[in-house]
């Protein structure tokens, strides 16, 4: 990986420009050091900006890079459990369920022409033929069942969409979102409460912080926007972190 080939000639900083799926490549590679990264977003959807409050505008984005002071931002960890051990970093959030199995089926060719219109024809794709296995999420000694999940590091999702509004990358801890119901109406109606801002009062939606969840059961994973794998999983804030270059009044809080 070039960001880890790059932390051994200790650079004074790193630059990424690219998308979040680009950012956590990097973040990946350059996990419990202390060379400070900046970015250049450059992706569809810009998530980790839109949290750091980062221009999307490369002259505006430089001019941060050049002139912001790198902040420690915490990190999420997941180990699938599947197979041979993977270990994965995350810098924003992690889906399971319906929103990973939507990144598992996008079809790249159609989101680089379209961007978000392949994720929105992908999700609805997968909408049609959703038939979930039951999942099993253990939190502190504690198991709830759900057929998917988002687990944030940060606020937003999607944008400027917030499914765990209270995550902080700055907070050493994570907020995991159940969705309990696995009919393509439940879906619908989770989606609409998203929207709406209204799904954390659904009787069915379990809301929860944590530091380590133990996921059981078979179901696709995406981190930051990327495809990873399929459960069963172990998730946990890391005790790496990395320094992010972001504005003074760019404190990763939702706005």
Known sequence: MLAREAVGKSPALIIAAGGDGTFNEVINGIAGSAIPLAILPLGTTNVLAKELGIPETVEGSMDIAIKGMPRVVSLGKITLQQGFPKVRY??????????AQTVFELNKTLKNISGKGAHIYSGIKVLSQFHPAELTFTIREKSYSGFSAIIGNGAKYGGHFRITPDARLTDPNLYICIFKGKKRLDIFRYVMGVLTKSHLRFKDVEYLMAQKIQVDGSAHVQVDGDYLGMTPAVIETASETVRLIYPGEGNPQAK
């Open 90 to 99: 995350f810098c924003t959030m992690l889906g399971i369920g319906f929103d």
